[in-house]
């Protein structure tokens, strides 16, 4: 009745931004992105004798504000009927920074209550109902590179590119440790409620997802670049146009972009994408890895760097 799983964040490089359906959280649009290897979320769950309320802590302290979010997560996963279940998240990342640490943390909740509760589904079963608390969560269960698509009544996620088959890099620019001031899920809904290119963001995003898909299918670095960052910026740009505007950037997070945009002309294969928060990933080949890490690490503002090639999806971890 105990497990242990680990998940790590991924980053979309083809974003996810909107909600089809708030009820079951079905993303608008299909997404596109990579799971880390180096960051990681490791979750315990134990269901224990009835009698004793659920219990949740993150990273050694209590969290009440999150735990009536984690226990409808439990109930999709072992029931309603279920036993009270200590939980116990511990990660080695900022959470709640715009670093995907929902994603990690309900795909490595799924994964551990699905061991403790003596069960058997796949992937995508599980990668279901992480979904339902977290969309980006959905993509945890798949490493290396994975493509999310929204259905009717559910979504579908496939792997494009094992995690040790393309040896891309991740250099993440953490430009501040402090939780970012609106939640996705609520920016997700002001966006479609107000922002006048919200309509052109969800029809555009099909061609974005095909030329994605392409590169990573024909290891592509240049066109996954580009597509990637257009991508990226037109998310932002239905941010900015939401009422009140929703602007996670911050002076660091320009002159990261600065900074890779400066590495880009002195012919260096890397790229920039950023998610609802401030910090900056930047993507880039091996041989540019180190180049790319100093640059961000001494661009102004930035309070630490942090690198990862790409990772394996959510799994069961022996229980001590």
């Not at 079905?26 to 224990?48: H, K, Y």
């Not at 504000?65 to 009927?81: F, H, M, Q, S, W």
């Not at 088959?165 to 966006?191: C, F, H, N, Y």
């Not at 260096?268 to 100093?294: R, Y």
Request: charged share 20%.
């Amino acid at each position: 009745m105990r497990a242990v799983a680990q998940a790590q964040p991924n980053f979309a490089l083809i974003k996810y931004w909107g909600k089809k359906d708030l009820e079951r959280n079905l993303p608008a649009v299909g997404s596109l992105s990579i799971t880390l290897e180096s960051l990681w979320t490791r979750m315990t769950v134990e269901f224990v004798k009835d009698g004793v309320p659920d219990l949740l802590q993150v990273n050694g302290q209590d969290n009440q504000p999150l735990k009536p979010r984690v226990a409808r997560c439990l109930d999709l996963v072992a029931g309603k009927r279920r036993p009270p279940a200590i939980v116990h998240s511990e990660s080695n990342f900022p959470i709640a920074a715009g670093l995907a640490s929902s994603a990690a943390a309900f795909a490595a909740l799924v994964v551990a209550a699905e061991g403790a509760g003596g069960g058997s589904r796949g992937a995508l079963p599980l990668a279901r109902l992480a979904g339902r608390a977290s969309g980006s969560a959905a993509r945890s269960l798949f490493g290396g590179c994975a493509e999310l698509t929204p259905g009717d009544d559910d979504i579908s996620v496939q792997q494009l590119a094992p995690h040790n088959d393309w040896p891309l890099q991740v250099i993440v620019a953490l430009t501040t440790e402090a939780a970012k001031p609106l939640g996705s899920g609520a920016g997700m809904i002001r966006s479609a409620e107000t922002s006048p290119f919200y309509s052109s963001w969800v029809g555009q995003q099909e061609h974005d997802l095909t030329v994605a898909r392409a590169a990573v299918l024909a290891r592509d670095f240049d066109k996954l670049a580009a597509v990637s960052e257009y991508n990226c910026l037109k998310m932002h740009s239905v941010m900015w146009t939401s009422r009140p505007s929703i602007v996670y950037w911050n002076q660091a997070t320009l002159s990261c972009m600065e900074t890779v945009r400066d590495l880009q002309q002195d012919g260096h294969p890397v790229f920039f994408t950023i998610d609802a928060g401030p910090q900056l990933k930047a993507v880039c080949l091996p041989e540019a890895s180190a180049q790319v890490a100093t640059a961000l690490a001494a661009t102004p503002g930035v309070v630490r760097v942090m690198q990862s090639g790409l990772g394996p999806g959510a799994r069961l971890l022996e229980a001590d």
